[in-house]
């Protein structure tokens, strides 16, 4: 009877001499700002608690568990810094103090945006072959766009009255992709008032935007032969100051009373101001925006609106560009793309599986 009880003790004895082990090992592909944290203790452990002992910052417990065996990710932590955690294992008799030490590390890959590298490839390869393929004169269809259609009936209205279409190419400089899109579309609108002998006004509020402006509406006239047609100082700055420049146009309003209003580009707090002084004039007005806090009042203000990326689409309508046309049809593959994983991962969710759904989640995170 001695016997058996003694080989008992001994084999309880070694197990908690040999089986309690504590490890703290950087996180193996991320950003250098986690430390994963394992521990396998005896099973006649009653509580675990684990904490980070760091000399410049206080005690902070991260762990109370009664599990003999676990794992612990501790994030939000500087990458390239060592951390020192101490482990204190409550038995029925005993209590054991366990230390482990690890240093962050940043790794040139961070594994956890592996899906997001995936789709932004396919993106970048779609929008690749789209470029190459209106390169080689392959013709894409593009929705029409109402706004779009909106151009033939202001310029048509603003010529049997006799008076100016006002364009204003939003209040941002050129290095505003907007601005670039609010520039091909006065260059095709240019052209259809030069077709027609029909004034355009153009103010700008910058200098950069004012040399293009002037060198677009300028070839728009050469185009359709008309370079005589064309006045370069209706094309003009005004102030860099945001509600000076809108002071500036309303007045233009005001006095000349444009048949047809464009804004087309970026805007902020003056949007409602720009456009409800146009509708008191009861001009034509045509807005198109990217920023989607000033859309409401663009929409309510105006007989046509451009929304969001829809500027960016008229753009690529008008001006035929091949990298215009193959991003623009690039991007819609995109949009596709992330429907179907959304369709797809809904379906896996309902099935229990849920591989995609911390496959997006981990990429965009």
């Known amino acids: 009877m001695r016997k058996p009880l003694l080989c008992l003790l001994f084999s309880i004895l070694i197990s908690l001499l040999l089986a309690n082990t504590f490890s703290a090992k950087d996180t193996p592909w991320d950003d250098g700002k986690s430390i994963d944290l394992a521990w396998e203790l005896s099973p006649m452990v009653k509580k675990v608690e684990i904490s980070r002992q760091n000399a410049d910052e206080p005690v902070r417990i991260l762990v109370t568990s009664v599990d003999a065996t676990g794992s612990f990710r501790d994030n939000e932590l500087l990458p390239n810094n060592e951390y020192h955690y101490q482990l204190k294992a409550y038995f029925q008799d005993d209590d054991l ?98 077709e027609y002998d029909t004034e355009i006004i153009v103010p700008c509020r910058f200098s950069m935007v004012l ?26 700055y005004l102030t860099d100051d945001q509600f000076g420049f809108v002071a ?34 009861g001009a034509i007005q045509t807005a198109g925006t990217a920023q989607a806090h000033q859309l409401p009042f663009f929409v309510v203000t105006c007989d046509y609106t451009l929304i969001g990326e829809e500027l960016f689409a008229a753009s690529a309508y008008l001006s035929k560009d091949p990298q215009q046309l193959g991003s623009l049809k690039g991007h819609d593959f995109g949009k596709l793309l992330i429907i179907l994983l959304i369709i797809v991962g809904v379906i896996l969710e309902i099935m229990g599986i849920s591989n995609l759904k911390e496959f997006i989640v981990g990429a965009i995170s």
């Open 211 to 236: 040399s293009a402006a002037k060198e677009v509406v300028r070839e728009a006239y050469i185009k359709v032969g008309r370079l005589d047609a064309y006045k370069p100082d209706n094309i003009f």
């Open 97 to 194: 103090t366990l230390l482990a030490t690890a240093q962050t590390r940043e790794q040139w890959f961070y594994m956890g945006k592996l899906g997001f590298l995936i789709l932004l490839l396919l993106v970048c390869a779609a929008i690749l072959y789209y470029i190459q393929a209106a390169r080689h004169g392959k013709e894409f269809f593009i929705r029409r766009i109402a706004g779009l259609d909106s151009m033939e009936e202001a310029i048509g209205r603003a010529t049997e009255k006799g008076k100016p279409i006002l364009y204003v190419p939003g209040i941002s400089d050129l290095d505003d992709i907007q601005t670039i899109a609010s520039l091909t579309i006065l260059s095709h609108l240019a052209e259809r008032a030069a």
């Open 248 to 281: 500036g146009i309303d007045g233009i309003m005001l006095r000349r009373k444009p048949a047809a209003n464009f804004f087309m580009g970026s805007f902020y707090a003056e949007s409602l101001i720009l456009a409800e002084t146009g509708f008191a004039t």
